[in-house]
T-cell receptor
Framework: EAQVTQNPRYLITVTGKKLTVTCSQN?????MSWYRQDPGLGLRQIYY???????DKGDVPEGYKVSRKEKRNFPLILESPSPNQTSLYFC????????????FGDGTRLSIL | GENVEQHPSTLSVQEGDSAVIKCTYS??????FPWYKQELGKRPQLIID?????GEKKDQRIAVTLNKTAKHFSLHITETQPEDSAVYFC??????????FGAGTRLTVKP
């Protein structure tokens, strides 16, 4: 089944404790992206990747890092999480560049205390 | 950069009525306009999209219209059903690897 898989689905952690949210897709998509969803703000892009070893900042990249060592994986790293990063995070992928239908993962709800 | 505004933020209709959600965008280079439906606790899922070389697209009860001159596009849902209740997001992309989303519209269809 074609899908985007995120882990974990839920995480409660404390300020400053490094965490990684994994994202994997099995559709051989070139383009992958991370979004955060906050009430009243819609989906805001954090980082995106056009291909292996190619990543770029989206609208809200501060406090986040990403890597794309393999086509299928695009982890989101919070080196020193803070409470303002408490949010619902979605990974998405599309066949190639951003103006294609995006397939979303099931989301990761992060709470930073 | 691109800015997408979406209205209304909430919309309540009676079952069987039509619902219309409107979005405006700022970047005239935008050429791809998808609509996503997000049910409570679920991921956003594409329901319809339109490209800038087309003015209207229909898929059963759902249609999208695009006015490039005015830089706005709209989602139309006819004969609404309770299962249409969800949050709907519009988005715009210029192909420069960006995708900007509107803030969302919470649609409630009352039986």
């Amino acid at each position: 089944e074609a899908q985007v898989t995120q882990n974990p689905r839920y995480l409660i952690t404390v300020t400053g404790k490094k965490l990684t949210v994994t994202c994997s897709q099995n559709m051989n998509h070139e383009y992958m992206s991370w979004y955060r969803q906050d009430p009243g703000l819609g989906l805001r892009q954090i980082y995106y990747s056009m291909n292996v070893e190619v990543t770029d900042k989206g609208d809200v990249p501060e406090g986040y890092k990403v890597s794309r060592k393999e086509k299928r994986n695009f982890p989101l790293i919070l080196e020193s999480p803070s409470p303002n990063q408490t949010s619902l995070y979605f990974c998405a992928s599309s066949l190639w560049v951003g103006n294609q239908p995006q397939h979303f993962g099931d989301g990761t709800r992060l709470s930073i205390l | 950069g691109e800015n997408v505004e979406q209205h209304p933020s909430t919309l309540s209709v009676q079952e069987g009525d039509s619902a219309v959600i409107k979005c405006t965008y700022s970047d005239s280079a935008s050429n791809y306009f998808p609509w996503y439906k997000q049910e409570l606790g679920k991921r956003p899922q594409l329901i319809i999209d339109i490209r800038s070389n087309v003015g209207e697209k229909k898929d059963q009860r759902i249609a999208v219209t695009l006015n490039k001159t005015a830089k706005h596009f709209s989602l139309h849902i006819t004969e609404t059903q309770p299962e249409d209740s969800a949050v709907y997001f519009c988005a715009a992309s210029s192909g420069n690897n960006d995708m900007r989303f509107g803030a969302g519209t919470r649609l409630t269809v009352k039986p």
